[in-house]
């Protein structure tokens, strides 16, 4: 497991960022189990994703594909971002999920920036997502990651896009 980075969040508290290791499951469950019902939806696009066992275990793979970092505040976890690396070339898939009680911290901006410097080292070229209209704090957490980002609204879902070779 590596070391990961001490960032500073916007409360002048310290997080630890870290790749997430098959042994960091539990605390991605617990952090799963954390959420409310509004704020799985939101991430999940569902209130009780029936999923999670699998998602944790996916975030926590040793896998060569893609790449998962936790936000760990005095040995607990409080955010996960991954992305994973899509068909397309160059392109992947990108989420992120903040504990509920550690939101307007820094955490997701600290999370994305280390995970976009990593896909750009990686190839990436570009991070995709689907946002809800209504995650305003996801929302954001993209527009205060100040990259340069394509916002097309579907009915009630955003597809972003995230140019990583625009990043300077």
Sequence with gaps: M???????????????????CPEDVDSVLGLADSLSG??????????????MPQW????????????SLGAFDHGELVG????????????AEVALVVAHDQHDRGIG??????LFDIARR???HHLVADVLA??????????DAHVPVTWHRDGSVFDIDVDLDALS
């Design 38 to 51: 509004e704020e799985k939806y939101l991430r999940f696009f569902t209130a009780h994703p029936r999923y």
């Design 56 to 67: 944790a275990d996916s975030v926590t793979a040793s896998a060569a594909e893609g790449v």
């Design 122 to 124: 990686n190839g990436e």
């Design 134 to 143: 209504e995650n305003h704090d996801m929302r954001r957490v993209i527009n």
């Design 2 to 20: 590596s070391a990961g980075r001490t960032v500073t969040l916007r409360d002048g508290t310290h997080a630890l960022v870290r790749p997430l």
């Design 109 to 114: 901006t600290a999370l994305l920036a280390h």
């Design 80 to 91: 996960v971002a991954n992305y994973t690396p899509l068909p397309a070339a160059g392109r």
